[in-house]
């Protein structure tokens, strides 16, 4: 299912991948290439990779497997977040996952988004958990899921391949107290 998002913070405005255009995505990897590399993962870094990246987004979304979120501040793209690997049945979890542009962090944004999007997260997808998980010197995330009440549930040795080595991440969750079967 597609969603048609707009949620509005105090700041920003957070839609859908049905309300971005390919070129504010290509925009936004570009001027936030070398930023994005060093969190790790697989960095887009031509219009070929981004849009093999928006279009498994699409495919994903459409499995019911992924929601994806884009923190626009004048039109601009300034952060992506995605709740993925969405497992229904007797896990209704999923994974969350984010990142900022570089000019835009420490100001408080992915915070105001988060709020929302976890709320989204655990009504309008029922989810009972999300998992989060970052690298132990990226300290900026850890206060982030701090504040949204994500609990530390322990460290993962080599748990994901970074930049070619494998990096340790501090493992951590929310579980949602209103969950009921739908």
């Known amino acids: 299912m597609t969603y048609s998002l707009l949620l509005d913070t105090s700041r920003l405005t957070i839609v859908g991948i049905n309300e971005i255009h390919i ?3 290509v925009t936004y990897f570009r001027q936030n290439q070398a930023h994005l590399q060093q969190g790790g993962g697989n960095v887009p870094t031509n219009n070929r ?3 093999a990246v928006y279009d498994n987004w699409l495919h994903n979304i459409r499995q019911d497997t992924e929601v994806r979120f884009f923190l626009m501040l004048e039109q601009r793209i ?3 977040v995605g709740i993925s690997n969405i497992v229904r049945g007797a896990f209704q979890a999923a994974y969350l996952g984010y990142n900022m542009a570089e000019d835009f962090q420490g100001k408080g944004y992915m915070t105001e988004a988060l709020h929302d999007i976890v709320e989204f997260a655990f009504s309008a997808l029922n989810l009972h958990r ?3 998980n970052y690298r132990p010197e990226n300290t900026a995330s850890g ?3 701090e504040k949204l009440g994500f609990v530390k549930e322990g460290l993962a040795k080599d748990y994901l391949m970074v930049a070619g080595q494998w990096a340790d991440h501090i493992l951590t969750s929310k579980t ?3 969950w009921t079967a739908r």
Do not use: T
């Open 49 to 51: 990779e981004i849009r």
């Open 23 to 25: 070129s504010q995505l």
């Open 130 to 132: 999300l998992m989060a």
């Open 78 to 80: 300034i952060g992506i």
């Open 176 to 178: 949602n107290p209103q």
């Open 143 to 145: 206060r982030v899921l």
